[in-house]
């Protein structure tokens, strides 16, 4: 049988520098794999590729199924997309899975005992990156959230919590607000949570409980969560731990992986030899297990650990009175080969669970979807933005069964009554709802609009799903 063969790539700024020490490491051990490696990242990006992907990586990607990378430094300003973005929805990589722990007293912790999982979905919510300019004064973002996508998060989560036999998973979203998007995690949440009696379970608003992770961590064994509060908690969480640079990130599908470590490129000590390799080399870690190596990530990992406990720290963990000598990235890796086939005294191995976790949602029964409305969003500057006489202007047009339910500026109910002190911006969204209507007339509707000289900018339809609003509210309504 052959070697299990990776992706393997370096990245930008320390990534080359970390990546080294890591293969390092793992030729060593004389670790059974194969490896190709990819050149995505800065150099592509500077290539003329706005995904930092040249097209011609996909088919070794895809045929290899797993890859180490190293962080990777994506131009700031419009046109570039992220390259672990692109990744994660291409490759579908729905499960980012962070575990953070404290390794005290040998890297300094204000919360010795920490040891938090935590997953986040990894596709969707702000992260899918919709976004649009819609007037001189507005931009808009699209808040994906799709109950397959969370399903399988969720479902993740609940298997990985047996197969770890971890106890309890917090659902953290903020659905007092968001009560469609988060209110359908939460509710999934629930949903799931029904089938594994053996696992307790409870929510938390997403800033008490970033609250709580950051100052009673013990209190916490499994987070999941939405993409953008899990990548902002994660890396709390790892801080909180002890170091952003101790920390390791997997990244997985149904048939794919990335391993990463949590920290950034760093750029401004790239080439100085004094960045920790230990995020990556946790991710390799992780990554071994996932291919069957549950022996070598073992073995490696104890040999971390042992460092670790022998004081042999880099620049970001090294503290007087508890670290014995201060290596460089390269000194650093020597010190754990040297250690290889070592045990650990007093730290405890993370354990592993060999291979992947196979997710399919479950098929929905259909709902009837009945078009009921339209929020019909309009650009306009005139008349000191009273809203009065835009609300009188639209108020004239026949709107056929649609009824004028109501105006708001960023959400604020501004017509019919007046809408307080709230600032205005040039956007309006005005909602028309009425009972067993066609798309004809909401046409017919436009139309109107048009011609009344009203720009209209975006048309967002309203339905129920076997009678149940499918839309939130507006405020005042």
Known sequence: MSNPHIVVVRGDGIGPEITGAVLKILHANQTPIEYTELEIGERAYLKGYPTGIPPDTWEIIRAHRVMLKGPITTPQGGGYKSVNVTLRKSLGLYANVRQCRAFAPYVTSLHPTMDVVILRENEEDLYAGIEYRQSQQVVLGLKVVTRPGTESIIRYAFEYARAYGRKKLTCMTKDNIMKMTDGLFHRVFEEVAQEYPDLKTDHMIIDIGAARLAAQPEMLDMIVTLNLYGDILSDIAAQVAGS???????????????????????????????????????????????????????????????????????????????????????????AIIERLGQQPDQLESITYRAGGIHIKPRPLKPQKQALVGADIFLVWDELDRDPQILGKKLDSLDTGPLKFQLMTNRGVKVYPDEGGESVRADMWRCRYLGDEIKYDDILRLLAQINQAGIQVNQVQNLYTFDGERGYSLGQGE
């Open 244 to 334: 952003i640079g101790l920390a390791g990130s997997a990244n997985v599908g149904n048939d794919a992986a990335m391993f990463e470590a949590v920290h950034g490129s760093a750029p401004d000590i790239a080439d100085r030899d004094i960045a920790n390799p230990s995020g990556l080399l946790n991710a390799a870690i992780q990554m071994l297990v996932h291919i069957g190596l549950s022996d070598d990530a073992r073995r490696i990992q104890n040999a971390w650990l042992k460092t670790l406990e022998d004081g042999i720290h880099t620049l970001d963990m090294y503290r007087e009175g508890i670290s014995a000598r201060l290596v460089g990235t390269r000194g650093f890796a020597d």
